[in-house]
Each structure stands twice: as C-alpha cells, then as structure tokens.
C-alpha cells in the first residue's frame, strides 16, 4: 500500500458467545461497545499500546444485538449514552458505569438495524419496519416514512439538516423537516451501510458487491468501487477520508475513492461473514464477524500485535475454508494453475487465485501489495458469490432468508411465499405464515411439516456456511437439497441432542424395518418453546374491544404492539387475562406466553394462580381453539420457567387440566400439551423423585393413540416417558404396568416420522 504503512493485527478481542453484529467506539472514557446475536453488548476499555479489557455487559436484551451507537455528551444527556437496537424491536439505553438499561424506547414493530447520533443528542433509529424514527430527549419527534422495504443503516449530515437512510429496496433516500428530499439511485441490490465523507458527499454499500459514492445535493454518483465478490455489510470512514469495508467475502478492504480501480489493502478474515467494520479515531480500525470475535487491525507498528499472536492468526486465515464462486463439482481442478503461479507477483492489491495443491484440492491465495507476496487464505470448498443467485440468499419484503417456499394452501388459489431461516423454530415460522396471511391455525401442522421435509439435513450452528445476515443461520440454495456445515443448535432449544422439532432427519419417510439407535432423552433442562406475536395479538385487541364488557384503551393497547414490557403493560395484560370472555381473551393469553419471561410479571402471575387455572379448566369446554391453544401454552412455558415451575407443578388443579385437554385432541393443544408435560417429566427426572402414573397414564396414552399421529405430539411425549424413566426402576415398572406400552408400539406402526420412530424405539429399549 503506497505512501502508507499497512495495517496488521493489533488485538484480539474474546467474551462474545455468538456472531459480532456491531461495534462502536465512545470517545468519553476510550471504550469500545460491541453488540451480538448472544443479547449482550458488551464494553472494551482501551488502555495503550493494544490493550482492551473486558468492562460491564450490558444485559437486558430480550433477543440479538443488532445494532449500537453512543451518544455523546449534550444538554439532552449529561453522560455518554450506549444506545442498542434488539431485534425485539426495543432500543434500550445505558450509561456507561451501568449494566442495565436506564430506559426503553419503543415505537418500532420490527427489528431496530440501524442506529446513529444527530446533533444535541438526538438520535436516528431505522427499521426492518421500512421506518425511520428521531428521537430528542428519549420521545419519538419524528417517523419517516416512504422506503418499501426493510431500512438497513441510516447516517446523519448535520452541516445541512439531512438524515439519510438506505434500504433493501435498493435506494437511499434524504430527508429534511420530515419529508423526503433526494432519492439516490444506482445500486442493484440491498442497500446495507452508509458512511457521511463531509457536508457535500456520502459513501454507500451494498449486497452487490459495490460502494458508490454520492453528492448530497445533486444526488449524482461520483465514483464506484469494486473490488469485494460478494455482500458488503458496513462501511465506514478514518479522518483521512479514507473508507473501509467488510464483506461475507471474508475480507476488509480499505479505500481511497480517488482510486476507484482497486483497494488500498484486503484483510483476510478466519469467519465467513464479516458483520461489521468501525473506524477508530487514532487510525485503528475494529473488525466484527460471524466466529464471535472482534479484531483491532492497525497501522502503527507500536500498537501491533506480538509475532506469536500474527502468526496464529494467520494461521486461522490459512486453515479456513473459502466459497468459490461456483460449486466444487463445477470447478476443473486439474485445469487450475499449480503453485508455481505463486512465482508471479499479483496485478493489485487483494487480487485471489485459486491454485491447485495434490490431485483433488484447491486452495486460494491473496496478493498483498505491502509484503509482495500471496498469502494463502484457505481452502475452497463451493459455496456463495456476489448475488442472489450465487450466495443462496433469498429476499422477502427487504429480508434475507435461507429458504422463500412458495406454498399452495388452497387449489386455484395463487400460491404463497413462506420465508424461513433455518435457525428458526419451523412451528414458530408456520404459525407466523399462517398470521400474516389471515389463514386457519389448522394449517399449522401442515405448514411446518412441509418446512421440516423441505429442509431435512440442514442443521444449525454459529459460523460457516453462508449465514443470513441477521440471524447467522447458513444459506443453502433453496432449490434441490441444501448442504451445509453440521453445526451445534443453541442449547435452550435442544431436546437431548436433538432439536425439539425436526428432531436428526426431519420428517421423511422410512419403513418399518430396524432404526438405528440414538439418545434422546433424557432431557437435562426444561424448556421454553413458545413465542408471542405482538402485533397480531394487538390487532385481535382492537376488533375484539367492539365486543367486550371489560374494553381497553385504544393508545394504551397499541403499546403492547412490539412487546415492549412494562409495569403499565404488564398489569393491563394480568387483569384482561382474567376478566375478558372466554372466546376473546385469547390474545391477552398469548402475550403472556411471551411476558412470562419477565420475572416481575411471572410473579404477578403465580400470585393468580388458582383463578387463572379455574378459568383455564372452564375454558376447555367453554371456549373456543384459539384460547384453548393459547391457555396450554402459557401453562408449557410456566412449567419451562424456573420461578414459576414448582409453585405450578404442586398445585393440585394442574393434573385435572392435562387429563381433560388431553382428550381434545386438537393438534395445537396436543403439541402444547405434550411440551408441557414433557417439563414435567424433566423436573421430576432432575429431583429423583417419582410421579403418580395413576395421574399421568391417560393423558400419555391420549396424546400417543391418535389414528393419525401427529408428529411433535408423538416426539414430545415419548421424550417425556424416556425422561421419567430415565435411571429409575420404580417408574420403568409402573410404565410397563399400564397400556402405555402397548399403544408406543401402535403409534410406532403408524407413524412414518424417522425422529419419533428412532424416540420410540430408544423408549421401547429403555422398557426392557
């Protein structure tokens, strides 16, 4: 790189559990704050030459970290002020000698992707919504409306009023005094970062693989850099003027953008997606990715890092593995150059070559132009490219997802599009299909079957592959059978080893004959598997508030539209569960499947317990699915939950509710039903203590005898009897005393499931 140093690693930065999503750096105090998929932020107090110590953790959020900024110090905020964006859709603010958030800012109704500081403390927020929200003094002062798809970054120039969004419907656009003044136009693709160069210019990138600069005013543009092969994720710019990139091409790329033609300098990464790039104010620059790891790279030789720590980290770099731009089956290996290419010196910086190693591998290489060598970057495996087409990305209204199915519910009927990522619950993505296009919850087992066959082999994990951009989940073509790394799911969402729903294989067919044993049980923990949606839930409120004896208030319901809790909302939520008519209360119920995670409001709860399982044993036959549904999902989620679990499991109505819902035999109920009493299995498993099966026997066999098993009913219930049998004579005894064994052995012949097979074979076994 001429006329300057290079950069090279200066620090590695360890404490995240899951991908970095976002970093931002506080002036005040020298820290650096980091955000991530583990819902935590966390602080790194920079201490020279290279040193950034663990501070606070910032704690709170109620799912990923996807977006950061600090606020500086102003007549609006005494302090520093670390603002986070949750895919909650909340922002919560912190004080930097504080862990938890001193306020929430609710406003948004889907994930917060955006944050940035204006001047005299405000803040600009943008949204997977397709909103752009201001805020002065913790109110929303202004929402922006006009994008048609999701909005990715937003930036503010000060100098002349402008706050300026970019979004997935491949446009940026400026706005002043609340109206839409410029829109800019020329990228192909998702709009992803922006970055302000002065008063009169701007800098974007995009998922085409492109940075474009802009003039402000005219909204002309100026110049356009290539040199990445795939997603740009962020972008931002040093005081030089000089700009920087990350990319899902594994690289961060500086730039000058008075020399268009090819970058400064590419930086290798050991991660397959490199989320997020910050320019530090001492010229360092802070790097975030998908193996949970941040890296300082800087160009002061003072502040390098020691040559045991380079040496290991290129070592990460040239023992990953590299997507090429087509599969490994499409590549002619043998007609690669070999590694005498490697004798040639590059044409630019950054320049790759894929080189042939032995007879059957590949490997790529990077030209640096500062040590006049190429330096190996990893193995190439096949795997994603710059656009929709080749990365294996699918976009939905302005997001990206693993699969977009198109499904047909209904003959003659136009069919519709199910998107899907596959670190998704596929009952959770089915249900939320079924809610977005006003369809019959009947259809819910039928729609998540179709997600599990259609995406049978594919399992979850941290990094690799090539993983969406919000949640980190792989990518995988969605034509033909997807393949993808083999990665661990998140623990609170496996059932042995296995996940809870699509189980090792999904939901093909198998015959009759032997399955190959695996352990599923027993179970190690509770869980909690349901989820609410807020926003449904509050349109449901509204049209139901025409009806009601005990109405709401309009203003007050629409806050609970982004599940923002509060002591206000939760005492609304407490007092409609237990008063609103049997067939409208419903909504209300399902919010509390979700608010039962606040301890504050589980606690309120269990102090109504007998009334609310009073109602929830009339409901079963004076109300209607949707609220029997919703009642046995609050109860799996309290028994999932560690503070409410005892004082639920020892009240003496619980046993009565799971006998005579058990009987429904409504799929929706059975599935809730099963994952409660499946809690209940883990709890007695985990405190050595027996249950009554005089209890337990009929709701066992109820849930297991259908003539048309359904598949998660099935799993669940067997998890739970291979649980609560689990190193206990007594109770393997009093199964094989019952009925029970002989309906397992029914179910079996009937069910075409492999996971509920394998479940019930291993239950069988575990009888003798």
């Known amino acids: 790189m001429a006329g300057c140093m290079p950069y090279v690693l200066s620090a590695t930065l360890l404490g995240h559990s899951k991908d970095v999503r976002c970093v931002a750096w506080s002036e005040e105090g020298s820290v650096l704050i980091s955000g991530s998929r583990d819902f935590t932020a966390r602080q790194w107090n920079y201490s020279p030459p290279n040193h950034y110590n663990p501070g606070l953790c910032y704690a709170g959020h109620g799912n990923f970290v996807s977006s950061l900024c600090v606020i500086p110090t102003s007549r609006a905020f005494p302090h520093p002020v670390v603002a986070t964006g949750c895919t909650d859709s909340t922002i919560r603010l912190f004080t930097l000698d504080a862990a938890q ?192 790891t941040i890296r300082i790279f800087s160009r002061d030789p003072a502040r390098a890092a020691s040559e045991e720590q380079v040496k290991f980290f290129e070592e990460e770099v040239a023992s990953a593995s590299v997507p090429s731009k087509s599969t490994i089956g499409d590549l002619k290996i043998d007609e690669l150059p070999g590694p005498e290419a490697l004798l040639a010196p590059g044409r630019r910086e950054g320049q790759t070559m894929m080189v042939r190693e032995g007879k059957d591998t590949a490997f790529c290489y990077q030209w640096s132009s500062a040590k006049q060598q190429w330096d190996k970057v990893g193995q190439v495996l096949g795997g994603s490219g710059g656009t929709q087409v080749t990365s294996g990305k699918q976009l939905h209204h302005g997001k990206e997802y693993d699969y977009v199915f198109s499904v047909e519910l209904t003959e003659g009927h136009p069919p519709l599009k199910l998107p899907y990522n596959v670190t998704e619950d596929p009952w959770h993505a089915a249900r939320n299909f079924l ?74 067919s198998v015959s009759n004959g032997d399955v190959a044993p695996t352990t599923y049980f027993p179970l190690k923990e509770c869980v909690v598997l349901f989820k609410s949606n807020y926003a449904k839930d509050v349109e449901k409120i509204l ?93 799996a989620n309290l028994s999932g939950t560690q503070t409410t679990r005892e004082e639920l499991l020892k009240n003496s109505k619980l046993s009565s509710i799971i006998e005579s819902y058990s009987k429904l035999r409504i799929p929706l109920v059975s599935v809730a039903l099963a994952t409660l009493v499946m809690n209940i299995c883990v709890d007695s498993h985990l405190r050595n203590t027996e249950i009554s099966l005089l209890e337990w026997d009929l709701p066992f066999s109820e849930l297991l005898s259908s003539d048309n098993p359904d598949e998660e009913t099935c799993f669940r219930t067997l998890v739970a009897v291979g649980t609560v049998v689990s190193n206990c004579e007594i109770m393997k005894d009093a199964v094989k005393s019952t009925e029970l064994v002989a309906i397992c052995q029914q179910m079996l012949q009937k069910t075409t499931s492999i996971k509920v097979k394998e479940c019930g074979n291993a239950v069988m076994n575990a009888l003798k």
């Open 101 to 292: 958030p001193f306020d929430q800012l609710t406003g948004h109704s889907a994930n917060v992707s955006a944050l940035k500081p204006g001047p005299h403390g405000m803040l600009v927020s943008g949204s997977w919504d397709t909103t752009v929200k201001q805020w002065v003094k913790r109110t929303c002062v202004g929402t922006l409306t006009g994008h048609e798809a999701a909005v990715w970054d937003v930036a503010v120039v000060p100098e002349v009023g402008h706050t300026l969004s970019a979004s997935a419907d491949k446009t940026i656009k400026a706005w002043s005094a609340g109206k839409c003044v410029q829109t800019y136009s020329g990228h192909t693709d998702c709009v992803r970062g922006l970055a302000v160069l002065s008063s009169a210019e701007f800098a974007s990138c995009a998922n085409d693989a492109t940075v474009r600069v802009w003039a402000v005013a005219s909204g002309d543009c100026l110049a356009v850099l290539y040199g990445h092969t795939n997603y740009i994720y962020s972008i931002a710019v040093f005081p030089s003027g000089q700009l920087v990139t990350s990319s899902e091409d594994r690289t961060v790329k500086v730039w000058d953008k008075a020399s268009p033609e090819e970058p400064l300098q590419s930086l290798a990464l050991p991660c397959q997606s490199v989320w997020t790039v910050t320019a530090l104010p001492n010229g360092d620059l802070a790097v975030g990715g998908s193996d949970a």
């Open 543 to 635: 049209e139901f508030n025409l009806r009601t004896n005990h109405p709401v208030d309009a203003d007050t319901a629409q806050r609970l539209v982004t599940g923002s809790y509060s002591p206000e909302n939760a005492d609304l939520v407490l007092k409609s569960v237990l008063t609103w008519e049997a067939d409208l209360v419903f909504p209300f119920l399902d919010i509390s499947v979700g608010f039962v995670a606040h301890q504050e409001f589980a606690s309120a709860l269990m102090k109504q317990l007998d009334p609310l399982l009073q109602r929830i044993a009339h409901f079963q036959s004076s109300a209607g699915k949707p609220t029997q549904t919703m009642s046995i999902r609050l109860l």
């Open 435 to 508: 809610l977005a296009n006003d369809l019959d919850p009947l259809f819910l087992d039928q729609v998540a079957n179709f997600i599990i066959q259609n995406t049978a082999g594919v399992q979850l994990g941290t990094s690799g592959g090539n993983p969406d951009p919000f949640t980190g989940s792989s990518g995988p073509t969605p034509s033909g059978r997807p393949s993808v790394p083999t990665k661990e799911a998140p623990r609170s969402s496996i059932i042995g080893n296995f996940d809870p729903f699509t189980g090792n294989a999904g939901n093909d």
